[in-house]
């Protein structure tokens, strides 16, 4: 790996952190060339501007989703939809332990008012969709299920619900698994 795209990794990692703590538009390109060590006119010269930044972050994490999932069907006890999907869903909720991953998914979420950032979203879901698709074989309303618990519990992380000793909480994360 060349040393621009050593650093382009390195600006794409310290990206994920700073936008996962202050989201898309409460963090400056400033803050995250000073996080990675680097000068806030090389940030640009690697991303035109802090927006492609934020859409190269969510291709990263989108990467990051799929060769989770690929690893997990590849490992699955079973090749029927439901053995399969359960491989998925134990494998992303090793992935959403990362905070960092977890809340810039929650962030671009939050900033699809913005219609480069839409469009990048759309396509992570629609990559992930199709291959959970693919891979499992699964009819669509349990593929729209597997996903509303995978959003379901990306929200009782952000909110640390497993702390909270509450009826609520208790309903929401009822026979969801968290690592």
């Not at 999907?85 to 810039?104: E, F, N, P, S």
Request: with cysteine; aromatic share 8%; net charge neutral.
């Amino acid at each position: 790996m060349s040393t621009a795209d050593e650093r382009r990794e390195t600006v794409l990692r310290t990206a994920i952190h700073a936008f996962a703590a202050k989201g898309y538009y409460g963090t400056t390109t400033s803050e995250v060339a000073a996080r990675a060590g680097i000068s806030q006119a090389y940030v640009y010269r690697l991303f035109p501007d802090k927006e492609s930044l934020f859409v190269e972050v969510i291709g990263h994490c989108s990467l990051r989703m799929s060769e989770c999932f690929a690893t997990a069907a590849a490992a699955a006890r079973g090749s029927g939809p439901a053995e399969v999907l359960d491989a998925l869903g134990q494998a992303y909720a090793r992935l959403i332990a990362d905070r960092d991953l977890l809340m810039v998914l929650m962030q671009a979420n939050c900033a699809t008012s913005e219609p480069a950032i839409r469009d990048a979203v759309r396509a992570y879901y629609a990559k992930q969709v199709e291959y959970v698709r693919a891979v499992s074989g699964a009819a669509d309303p349990e593929i729209q299920r597997f996903f509303a618990v995978g959003l379901l519990c990306n929200l009782l992380i952000a909110l640390d619900t497993a702390a909270v000793d509450a009826p609520w909480a208790k309903t929401l994360g009822a026979g969801i698994r968290h690592f």
